[in-house]
T-cell receptor, first 108, second 113 residues
């Protein structure tokens, strides 16, 4: 079967660093993607990993361990506008398989 | 930056009616997708389309659904006989090649009455 597990909610303060963890089980694996989704809007692409290790992209980094079925998204220097849902989405075949997402609330 | 465009932004339809949701993918993209998101729930894959045929579909994509690329720019999702539970946000996505991330349109909110 296919299963993606992320914490439901997280809170943090402006300027802080937050790590959102994701564990996954999929039939087939072709990369893992992280998307941000504000309420009522479309998912927007943040980062992705095909191989093990850390990918850094500005304030956002993502890590992957394929053997452990584990990824995390690291957000640095948090801003109020980072309050959103963060979606872990492994790709099996050509389709993205989305988890329920982690709702991050950033306070001042 | 080029983007995926979807029309209409909101569609209200009576149960049992047919509805067509339209998407214009990014022009040089080759892979096209439909996803849906019921309010408060996760994004769910419906179907992927490549080289003028369906390459993958989920259990949700049953006989009431169909997709078409009628010309070089549009990609449509048809729901033949809508049900109340089809009410959701429908997202179209496209990508250039299989190693790239999918780019999502702003979505069509479908409300079935």
């Amino acid at each position: 079967g296919q299963n993606i597990d992320q914490p439901t909610e997280m809170t943090a303060t402006e300027g802080a660093i937050v790590q959102i963890n994701c564990t996954y089980q999929t039939s087939g694996f072709n990369g893992l993607f992280w998307y941000q989704q504000h309420a009522g809007e479309a998912p927007t692409f943040l980062s992705y990993n095909v191989l093990d290790g850390l990918e850094e992209k500005g304030r956002f980094s993502s890590f992957l361990s394929r053997s452990k079925g584990y990824s995390y998204l690291l957000l640095k220097e948090l801003q109020m506008k980072d309050s959103a849902s963060y979606l872990c989405a492994p790709r099996g075949g050509t389709a993205l398989i989305f988890g329920k997402g982690t709702t991050l609330s950033v306070s001042s | 930056e080029p983007e995926v465009t979807q029309t209409p932004s909101h569609q209200v339809t009576q149960m049992g009616q047919e509805v067509i949701l339209r998407c214009v993918p990014i022009s040089n993209h080759l892979y096209f997708y439909w996803y849906r998101q019921i309010l408060g729930q996760k994004v769910e894959f419906l179907v992927s389309f490549y080289n003028n045929e369906i390459s993958e579909k989920s259990e949700i994509f049953d006989d009431q659904f169909s997709v078409e690329r009628p010309d070089g720019s549009n990609f449509t999702l048809k729901i033949r006989s809508t049900k109340l539970e089809d009410s959701a946000m429908y997202f179209c996505a496209s990508l250039q090649n299989s190693n790239q991330p999918q780019h999502f349109g702003d979505g069509t909110r479908l409300s079935i009455l």
